[in-house]
């Protein structure tokens, strides 16, 4: 599967911005997806993901509360709103897809196979 994600851009803190990923090929609905991030000079962290079939969700504590990740199956596409954004929130982000994954591995950069090519967000003070 190929994965496109869009939407950055730069936003002022305490504002919000939509991210999109939208994904080629079949069985989309088998693929747990997720959004990463990585900040200028800092290793890429986990931020939100989207379990396949249930839609269960689960967050970083850094994100939790602020952020909101949904999927259309119909369309193939990944979403991430973030809202209440600050300055720390500045990164690149990429989406994710990893097939049946385990529930044990949401969070985990090494069992998602299939990568995005980023797009920066960028949040001013």
């Known amino acids: 599967v190929q994965l496109q994600a869009s939407g950055g851009g730069l936003v002022q803190a305490g504002g919000s911005r939509r991210l999109s990923c939208i994904a080629s090929?079949?069985?989309?609905?088998?693929?747990?997806l997720a959004w990463f991030r990585q900040a200028p000079g800092k290793g890429r962290e986990f931020a939100a993901a989207?379990?396949?079939?249930?839609?269960?969700?689960y967050y970083s504590d850094s994100v939790k509360g602020r952020f909101t990740i949904s999927r259309d199956n119909a369309k193939n596409t990944v979403y991430l709103q973030m809202d209440s954004l600050q300055p720390e929130d500045t990164a690149v982000y990429y989406c994710a897809a990893a097939s049946f994954l385990h529930d044990d591995y949401y969070n985990i950069e090494r069992y998602y196979h299939f990568w995005g090519q980023g797009t920066l967000v960028t949040v001013s003070s």
């Open positions: 989207i379990r396949y079939g249930t839609s269960a969700t």
């Open positions: 090929g079949r069985s989309f609905n088998i693929y747990t």
